[in-house]
C-alpha cells in the first residue's frame, strides 16, 4: 500500500505562475488590469473565440449569460442532470426551469436524440456540458437551436482545449463558458471565460461583471485613464483580479502538454482495466473530438460486488487512494428531489451512472508508479468484495 495519500486532482504550479503572481503583488496592482487583458487575448486566440470575456467563476459566467437571456418565469432550459450543480442552480435562480435530458450511457453526456421531446413553446435554451472534456455530439444540438430558435449555451468547464470535429470548443457557433478552479485542466486560482462571437453579448456580460462600469473601467485608477466613471446599469461583482490571471496567463502555454499527459494516464487505466469486469470504463464518443480528460470516471457495477460505490470509494481512501464524485445526478440532490423532483425512472441513465461513478487520480504531475497504485488498490478492492 502506499505511504503517501493520492489526491484524484492536484493542480500543477511551476516557479512562472509562483513569480509572476509576487510580480503583481509587488507592483501595486493586484486586481483586474493588464495581466487580466493578457490572460484574455492569450485564451481567446488559444480556443479561436471572436469575444473572451474573464470571470470570477464559470457559475458567474452561466449566471451573467442566463441575465443576458433576459428570461421570464416559467422559461424552460434544458441541460444534462450528470453535471456540477451550478449548471442547474443558475437556471433556477434566474428564475427559469431547469428541464434535464437523460445522458448517453457511455459518455455520460446530454443524449442529443432525446431534446426534441423536451422543447416546448417555452424553451429558451440549451446547456450540454462536455463531461470530462469529451465534446458533446453538437451538429445536432445546433440543428435543433437552429429550428426552435434557441441559445446554445456550452458549460465548457472541463473542456479546455477539447475539439469537435477539428474545431476547438470556445469557437463553435454559441457561447462557451470556462472554468479555471483548481481541480480543472487549467487554473486561475478561482476563475472563469465566457467565449462567444456575439460582440453584443460580450458587451452586456463586460458591463454585467463590474457594477455595469463601462468596459474599460478598470483603467481608472491608471496613468491612461480618467477617475470619473459612469454606470450604465446595475451589475454584479464577477471580475477576475490580475493576480488570478498571473497564474492563467503561465498555465495557458502548458495546457496541451498537460492534456496529452493526462491522455496517457487515461490510455494506460483503460489498458489496465481492461479485463476487470467490475468496471466500465469510459466509453469514447463516435464522431471526431478531441477529448481534454479532465476527468476519468468509470462506473462501479455495484451488482458483481458486495459493497456500493461509496463504501468502494471509502476502500480506495483506506489504501491512500483519492477519489471525486462527477456527479451525483442532480436530481438525487436534496433541494432538487424537494422542490423540482423528476419522476422515478424518467432519467434511466443518469440514475445508472450517478450510482456507480466516481473519479480517479488524474492530474500531470501524478507519474505512472502512481497511475500503478491506483490500478492495485481498485484491482484489490474488488478482489476483496466480489460477489
Ligand atoms: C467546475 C464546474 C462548474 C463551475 O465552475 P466554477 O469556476 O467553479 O464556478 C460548472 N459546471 C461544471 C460542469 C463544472 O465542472
Request: net charge negative; proline share 6%.
Amino acid at each position: 500500500m502506499r505511504s503517501e495519500f493520492l489526491p484524484f486532482s492536484k493542480p500543477t504550479i511551476d516557479d512562472d505562475e509562483i513569480n509572476e503572481v509576487v510580480a503583481s503583488l509587488k507592483s501595486g496592482w493586484i486586481t483586474t488590469g493588464p495581466k487580466v487583458k493578457r490572460f484574455e487575448e492569450a485564451f481567446k486566440a488559444y480556443v479561436g473565440a471572436s469575444y473572451a470575456v474573464p470571470l470570477s467563476s464559470a457559475t458567474a459566467g452561466l449566471h451573467l449569460t442566463l441575465i443576458a437571456l433576459k428570461l421570464d418565469e416559467g422559461d424552460e432550459i434544458i441541460t444534462t442532470p450528470m453535471t456540477f450543480a451550478s449548471t442547474v442552480s443558475m437556471i433556477v435562480l434566474c428564475g427559469a426551469k431547469p428541464v434535464l435530458v437523460d445522458i448517453e450511457p457511455g459518455t455520460l453526456n446530454i443524449d442529443a436524440a432525446k431534446i426534441r421531446e423536451k422543447i416546448t413553446p417555452r424553451t429558451k435554451a440549451i446547456i450540454p456540458v462536455h463531461f470530462a472534456g469529451q465534446s458533446c455530439d453538437m451538429d445536432p444540438i445546433f440543428a435543433l437551436a437552429k429550428e426552435f430558435g434557441l441559445t446554445v449555451i456550452e458549460d465548457a468547464a472541463h473542456a479546455a482545449g477539447t475539439e469537435y470535429k477539428g474545431k476547438r470548443i470556445g469557437s463553435l457557433d454559441s457561447i462557451s463558458i470556462f472554468s479555471f478552479h483548481p481541480n480543472k485542466n487549467i487554473t486561475t486560482g478561482e476563475g472563469g471565460m465566457v467565449c462567444t462571437a456575439d460582440e453584443t453579448l460580450a458587451e452586456e456580460i463586460s458591463l454585467l461583471k463590474f457594477h455595469g462600469m463601462s468596459r474599460e473601467a478598470w483603467k481608472r485608477f491608471a496613468a491612461s485613464g480618467t477617475p470619473n466613471y459612469d454606470i450604465l446599469l446595475p451589475g454584479y461583482k464577477y471580475n477576475m483580479m490580475d493576480i488570478q490571471a498571473a497564474i492563467g496567463i503561465h498555465q495557458l502555454p502548458k495546457l496541451d502538454g498537460f492534456i496529452e499527459k493526462r491522455r496517457e494516464i487515461a490510455e494506460f487505466y483503460k489498458a489496465a482495466f481492461a479485463d476487470v469486469h467490475e468496471l466500465a470504463t469510459p466509453a469514447l464518443a463516435p464522431y471526431d473530438q478531441r477529448h481534454a480528460w479532465h476527468l476519468y470516471t468509470p462506473l462501479v457495477r455495484v451488482e458483481k460486488l458486495t459493497i456500493d460505490r461509496d463504501t468502494f470509494m471509502a476502500e480506495l481512501k483506506n489504501l491512500n487512494i483519492g477519489t471525486g464524485l462527477h456527479y451525483k445526478a442532480i436530481h438525487h440532490h436534496a433541494w432538487y428531489r424537494e422542490n423540482m423532483p423528476v419522476p422515478a425512472g424518467s432519467l434511466p441513465n443518469a440514475d445508472y451512472a450517478s450510482d456507480r461513478i466516481l473519479s480517479l487520480p488524474l492530474f500531470p504531475a501524478m507519474t505512472m508508479d502512481d497511475a500503478r497504485d491506483v490500478v492495485a488498490a481498485v484491482k484489490d478492492v474488488i478482489a476483496r468484495n466480489r460477489k
